[in-house]
C-alpha cells in the first residue's frame, strides 16, 4: 500500500552546512494494506517529517513514495489528498473554523472528486453525515448547522477523524492527533479512532509521544531516532512488547527523550 | 422659517441623494474588499490601482462610444485580470500578500495613465503622451448616457414630473448591486466557491481536502478586484469624470465599510455578511455626504475625514470586543 524507498531529507535554516539537520536519513519502509502502524520516536526523531513527506508537505532530496503503487514523490500536496485521510496535532488545522460542522463534512466528502460550479451544499448527503455524526457520542448531529470555531478541542479532532475516512482514504495519517487534547478527551478520540480504523481496515499511520498508547493500539509498532527506523515489530512479538522493553530500547540508544 | 425648512429639506434630500448615487459605487467596492480582506485573509492593496482601473476603462469606452454597460463589463474583466496578477505573484512567485498588493498598485499607476491616455491621443491631435499635463484626468459626461434611457422611461413615457436623472442612477445601482451580491452569493456557495473560503480560513487543512490553494487564491483575488474595477466603474459613470488619483484612499474606505456593516448588521452567516458590507458602505457615505452637504467640511477634507474616520471606526470595535471578552470570555461558546 505505501512504499517508501531511501528517503533522505535535510534541513538547514543557515547556509552553512555545519548545521545541516538530517531528518530523514535513507529511510526505507513498506506498509501493507490494512496495517496499523504505530510510531514513536523522540523529539527531532523525523517522524513529523516522514508524514509531512508522504503529504507532500515537504519534498524529499532523494528517495521515492508510493501509494497502490503510484509514483506520488512530486505530485502536489492537494493533489495527494484523495490517497490520503489526515488528522494534525493541533486542533485548529482540521477544519475549517467559520464554516458549520456539515460544510466542512461536505468538504471532505469531495477529497477525492472533482469540484465544479455545482451548488456545494448537497442536501441527500445530510442524512447520511448525521449518521457518522453520531457514532461519535458526541451530540455533535444536532449541532450539524453550528460553526466549527465554536467546538472543543477534542470535538474537533473527533470531526476531523471522522471527515479524514468520510470518503475512505488509502491511507490515514494521524500526526500526535491527541497530543493536545486533556488525557480524558485524549482516550476518548483514540478509542474512536482505533473504533473507525478496525471497521473500515484503513492502512493507517499514528505518530503518538506515549508509549502505552503505542503498544497498546496498532498492529506494528515502529520506533525512530535520527531519521532511521531503529526499531520495528508487528504480529505477535508486538503482543508481548512491554513498556521496559521500549524504554531499554530507548535507553541503549541513549534516548530518553520521550513522554511516558 | 418657510425658507429654513427648505433649506433643511435640501440638505436632507442632498445627503440622502448621494448617499445612495455614491455610496452604492463603494458598497461594491466594498464587497470587493471583503472578498479578498475577510474571505481570503488576504490584505490586498491592489485595490487602490483596481478601483481607478475600472473607472479609466469605462470611460475611456464610454467615450468611445460602447455602451456603458458593455463598458462595465470590460471593467470588471480588467479588474479581474489585476486580481489573477497580484494572486500569480503572491502563489507562484512566492512574494508576500503584502507585497504583491503593492507591486500590482504601482504597475496600475502607469497602466491607468496609458489607458487614460488612449482616449486623450483619439480625440485631439496631441501627440500620445502620458506625461503630459491633464492626461491623467477626463471629465465626462458619462452619467448622462448611462442612466438617460431609463430618466426617459420614468419622465416621459410614465410622466412622473418629479422623477430626476439622479433617481434613475439610483436604481440602476440597486439593481446592479443586488444582482452582483446574489452571484457572488450563488458562486461562494459552489464547491468552488467553498474551496476559496475554506482556502481563506485554513490553507492547511483546505490543502488535506484535495483544493488546490494557490488557484483557489489567484481566483478569490481576481474575483475580488473584479468587483473593485466594477465598483471604480459605476463611481466614474456617477461623477461622470476619472482621475488616477480617484483609488487613492479606497481601501480605507472599503474596510471601515466592513468594519461598520458588521458591527451592526453582524457576520453569522455569508448571505449576512454580505448584506452587512452594503449596509456598512451606505451608512459610511452617509455620514461622509452629511459631512460634506452640511458644509462642515470643505471637499478637499475629504480623505483626512475618511483616516479619522476608520480610526474611530476601529477603537469603538476595538473597545466593543473587550467589553465582550469581560463579560463572556472570548465570546465563544464551548463545552
Known sequence: MLEIEHAKKTFNLTNNPLDDRIALDDLSLSVKEGEFVTIIGGNGSGKSTLMNAISGVINLDYGKIMIKGIDVTSIDEHKRAKYLGRVFQDPNLGTAPGMSIIENMMLAYRRDKKKGLRWGFDKKLRTKFAESLKTLNLGLDTRMDQKVGLLSGGQRQALTLLMATLSKPDILLLDEHTAALDPKTAKLVLSITDLVVKESKITTLMITHNMKDAIDYGTRLIMMKEGKIIFDVSGDEKKTLTKEDLLKKFDDDGDANIAL | ?335
Open chain 2, 1 to 335: 422659517m418657510l425658507v429654513l425648512a427648505q433649506t433643511g429639506w435640501q440638505i436632507v434630500t442632498g445627503i440622502a441623494l448621494d448617499t445612495f448615487s455614491s455610496g452604492l459605487p463603494y458598497a461594491m467596492l466594498a464587497l470587493g474588499i471583503f472578498l479578498s480582506y475577510r474571505i481570503l485573509d488576504f490584505a490586498d492593496l491592489g485595490a487602490e490601482g483596481s478601483f481607478t482601473l475600472g473607472g479609466a476603462v469605462t470611460a475611456v469606452l464610454v467615450y468611445s462610444g460602447v455602451n456603458p454597460f458593455i463598458a462595465l463589463l470590460f471593467a470588471s474583466v480588467a479588474g479581474f485580470f489585476a486580481g489573477s496578477v497580484t494572486g500569480l505573484l503572491c502563489t507562484k512567485l512566492k512574494i508576500p500578500a503584502l507585497l504583491s498588493g503593492i507591486i500590482t498598485m504601482t504597475a496600475l499607476f502607469t497602466i491607468n495613465l496609458v489607458i487614460m491616455g488612449i482616449y486623450k491621443a483619439q480625440t485631439s491631435s496631441q501627440p500620445f503622451n502620458i506625461l503630459t499635463s491633464n492626461t491623467n484626468y477626463i471629465t465626462t459626461s458619462i452619467g448622462n448616457r448611462f442612466y438617460y434611457s431609463l430618466y426617459a422611461f420614468f419622465n416621459s413615457t410614465l410622466g412622473l414630473s418629479w422623477f430626476k436623472p439622479l433617481y434613475s442612477a439610483i436604481l440602476l445601482l440597486i439593481v446592479i448591486t443586488v444582482a452582483v451580491m446574489i452571484i457572488v452569493y450563488y458562486f461562494y456557495g459552489t464547491e468552488i466557491g467553498m474551496g476559496v473560503r475554506a482556502t481563506g480560513m485554513n490553507g492547511v487543512m483546505a490543502r488535506a481536502q484535495g483544493i488546490d490553494t494557490d488557484n483557489m487564491t489567484i481566483l478569490g483575488l481576481a474575483i475580488s478586484n473584479a468587483l473593485i474595477s466594477l465598483g471604480g466603474g459605476l463611481s466614474s459613470q456617477v461623477s461622470g469624470s476619472t482621475s488616477s488619483n480617484m483609488g487613492v484612499g479606497v481601501l480605507v474606505i472599503g474596510l471601515a465599510s466592513i468594519i461598520i456593516g458588521e458591527a451592526i448588521v453582524g457576520r453569522k452567516t455569508f448571505k449576512r455578511n454580505l448584506i452587512a458590507v452594503v449596509v456598512g458602505a451606505i451608512i459610511y457615505y452617509m455620514i461622509i455626504s452629511t459631512v460634506i452637504n452640511t458644509g462642515l467640511l470643505e471637499p478637499h477634507y475629504l480623505k483626512l475625514l475618511y483616516a479619522v474616520l476608520i480610526v474611530v471606526v476601529l477603537v469603538i470595535s476595538h473597545i466593543k470586543k473587550n467589553k465582550k471578552q469581560v463579560i463572556g470570555g472570548n465570546g465563544l461558546a464551548r463545552d
